[in-house]
């Protein structure tokens, strides 16, 4: 059964960082991709940073220069830098990993980033 277990979430306050981490256990492959997505309220979930085996990750533009994506797959663990952080950064972040097609299959329960003006 794979689990995957966020934390590192909390309130913050704008221009302040965060290190969220995604600790995965079962019978996850190093091989798979991972990536964090985040929902805020009345929003649809959205991808935020992915990063594959190899280490080659994809940022969406909105928190590009802000936001890193790190994996260590020898512990099985991503996790995402975000440093000056915005208001508009303020949701629930899901930790997610692909199954052997490649589709976002297995979700954490998300932890909440909240962002203070």
């Known amino acids: 059964q794979v689990q995957l277990v966020e934390s590192g979430g909390g309130l913050v306050q704008a221009g302040g960082s965060l290190r969220l981490s995604c600790s995965t256990s079962?019978?996850?492959?190093?091989?798979?991709?991972m990536a964090w997505h985040r929902q805020a309220p009345g929003e649809q979930r959205e991808l935020v940073a992915s990063?594959?085996?190899?280490?080659?990750?994809n940022i969406v533009d909105s928190v590009k220069g802000r936001f890193t994506i790190s994996r260590d797959s020898a512990k099985n663990t991503v996790y995402l830098q975000m440093n000056s952080l915005r208001p508009e950064d303020t949701a629930v972040y899901y930790c997610?990993?692909?199954?052997?097609?490649?589709?976002?299959?297995?979700w954490g329960r998300g932890t909440q980033v909240t962002v203070s003006s």
């Open positions: 997610a990993t692909t199954n052997i097609f490649g589709a976002w299959t297995y």
């Open positions: 990063i594959t085996s190899g280490g080659r990750s």
């Open positions: 079962g019978s996850i492959s190093s091989f798979n991709a």
